[in-house]
């Protein structure tokens, strides 16, 4: 399974910011409990790789990515630390081409049209939008898709999106999944709340099965 493939059967992405490596573990496990196993931890603090290096190592059910990737040197730290994807908040050709130089699938950030031209040139079919909301939310994706809808793009929007625009977004065909940083809200994660973490993934999980039916009765056929 290729990772469009695993983002549009996850529809949600938590995006996660942690400070204590230990933590990563039970989060992981809550989050994939949940029904969200596809992940991603930023770089915004030094446990990053850590922490990503955990969750490899022993949530095998997680498919677990490096967020907010901004320099080379972050690109070979995740790459080391066994993330499956890259993801970052603009487009930077010399950290696109880092990244697919150490064969790690790269999801860059897009605002305009320009730099989604741009990163089809570069051969990424995938690209993330942000700041979703603060650029025009889906009326803004879906003036994007009446000029690049036939280069068969794939968006993961990120910003802005919570539980009351959630399916808004999942309802674009072109949407693979949402990145979300309310499914791990810090208070939850600083207090171990791993059963609040898991509620808050299990309703996202739920509106995507149900914006997605036949994404759910896939999973369930797959399961079989």
């Known amino acids: 399974m290729d990772l469009t493939e695993l983002l549009e059967r996850a529809g949600v992405v938590p995006v996660i910011v942690i400070n204590d490596a230990a933590k990563a573990v039970p989060l992981a496990r809550a989050l994939v409990a949940g029904g969200l196993p596809v992940l991603e931890v930023t770089f915004r603090t030094a446990a990053a790789a850590a922490a990503i290096a955990a969750i490899r190592a022993e949530v095998p059910e997680a498919t677990v990515g490096a967020g907010t990737l901004l320099t080379r040197e972050q690109v070979s730290a995740a790459y080391e630390a066994g993330a499956a994807f890259g993801v970052a908040p603009g487009f930077d050709r010399a950290i696109v081409n880092c990244a697919q130089a150490a064969g790690l699938p790269?999801?860059?950030?897009?605002?305009?049209?320009?730099?989604?031209?741009?990163?089809?040139?570069?051969?990424?079919?995938?690209?993330?939008?942000?700041?979703?909301?603060?650029?025009?939310?889906?009326?803004?994706?879906?003036?994007?898709?009446?000029?690049?809808?036939?280069?068969?793009?794939?968006?993961?929007?990120?910003?802005?999106?919570?539980?009351?625009?959630?399916?808004?977004?999942?309802?674009?065909?072109?949407?693979?999944?949402?990145?979300?940083?309310?499914?791990?809200?810090?208070?939850?994660?600083?207090?171990?709340?791993?059963?609040?973490?898991?509620?808050?993934?299990?309703?996202?999980?739920?509106?995507?099965?149900?914006?997605?039916p036949d994404t759910a009765a896939a999973d369930k056929n797959a399961a079989r």
């Open 106 to 212: 790269m999801i860059p950030g897009i605002a305009t049209a320009s730099e989604l031209s741009q990163a089809l040139t570069a051969g990424l079919r995938i690209v993330k939008f942000f700041p979703a909301e603060a650029i025009g939310g889906v009326k803004m994706l879906k003036n994007l898709l009446g000029a690049f809808r036939f280069s068969g793009v794939k968006f993961m929007p990120t910003g802005g999106i919570n539980p009351d625009n959630l399916r808004d977004y999942l309802s674009v065909p072109e949407v693979a999944a949402c990145g979300g940083t309310w499914i791990v809200p810090g208070n939850a994660l600083d207090a171990n709340d791993w059963d609040a973490i898991c509620k808050l993934a299990a309703a996202a999980s739920q509106a995507v099965r149900e914006v997605r």
